[in-house]
Every structure is written in C-alpha cells, then in structure tokens.
C-alpha cells in the first residue's frame, strides 16, 4: 500500500537454455538420423525397400509437438538428406515438408492417437513423399525409376515405415 511496484524481477518460467538445448539435441538427432539413414538403413532392406528414418523423426515430432515444429524439422531433416544426395537441394525438403503438413493437419483433428493411426500416417506419409520425389525428379530431369518399380518400392517402404513408427513415437 503506497509503494512502488518493484521492477522486473525473476521469476520462475520458461528461459532461454532449456529452449537452446532441445533444440540442439534435436538437431543432433536428425543429423544422425539422416546420416544413418544414408549409410545403415540400406543394410536392413526389404523387398526392394529401407526405413526412412528421417521421415519416422519428421512424423513423431509432428505428432508430439505440432505441425509447426514438425515443418521445421521436415525442413532441416529434408536439407540434410539433400546435402548427402548427388541430386538438387530441395526435393527431399519439399517432399518432407508435404509430409509433414499432412500430418500435422491429421493430427490436429485428433486427440489421442492409437498406435494404428500413427502407423497409418506413416504408410500415407511416404506415400506422399515418394510421389513429390518422383515427380521433383521428372521436373529437374534427374532420373527416376519406371512408374511400376516405383509404385512397388513405394508400397513397400510405406508397409516398412508403418510398421516401425509406433516404435518409433512410444
């Protein structure tokens, strides 16, 4: 009563440093997911196909945080991606980023997803995926596969990523 406020003083709240570090041990994790996915992934292949597991990261941090976040790692995981490939930088970000807006529109309209949901927007996500390659590598002229080795490597790893995104999110 009759004193002056006092000035900003600290209090407990979110500050900077526990930002800075999930953000830091975030990248790390897709750095390693997309330098893994590069050289590890294809050892475990199967008919033709091999998890993506920067796709995987990109899906569970849009599930767990939101559609925003999940564009953002989509972005950074699909550059990475494009940095180890002989191809354009881009497509494997747009690709993601396609992905990723998918899902993030996906779950905003649930609220308690089961483990079937989520594998399920991993097959449509690589769905998704694969077409944007496909169809970015037909723009730029690289090469691309016939459109029935496509369709089959395309189903196939959508089946793989299905099966191993609830593992993936737990």
Do not use: K
């Not at 993506?52 to 899906?59: A, D, K, M, Y």
């Not at 991606?81 to 529109?105: C, K, N, R």
């Not at 690289?142 to 099966?163: E, F, H, K, M, S």
Request: charged share 5%; with cysteine; hydrophobic share 55%.
């Amino acid at each position: 009563m009759g004193q002056r406020p006092l000035g900003d003083q600290l209090r407990a709240g979110p500050h900077g440093l526990p930002t800075l570090v999930r953000r830091a041990a975030g990248a790390v994790l897709m750095a390693g997911a997309a330098l893994a996915q590069v050289t590890w992934a294809p050892r475990f292949e199967v008919g033709g196909a091999f998890p993506n597991l920067v796709l995987l990261g990109v899906v569970g941090v849009t599930w767990t945080l939101g559609s925003r976040a999940g564009m953002a790692w989509a972005c950074i995981g699909g550059l990475l991606l494009d940095l180890t490939s002989s191809g354009a930088i881009g497509p494997h970000a747009v690709a993601l980023l396609a992905g990723a807006y998918l899902v993030g529109f996906w779950a905003r309209n649930l609220e308690n997803p089961t483990a079937v949901q989520v594998a399920l927007t991993a097959a449509v996500t690589t769905l998704v995926y694969s077409a944007v390659l496909v169809f970015t590598a037909g723009l730029l002229g690289q090469p691309a596969p016939v459109i029935g080795v496509a369709v089959q490597l395309t189903l196939a790893a959508a089946a793989y990523n299905a099966l191993l995104m609830p593992f993936a999110i737990e």
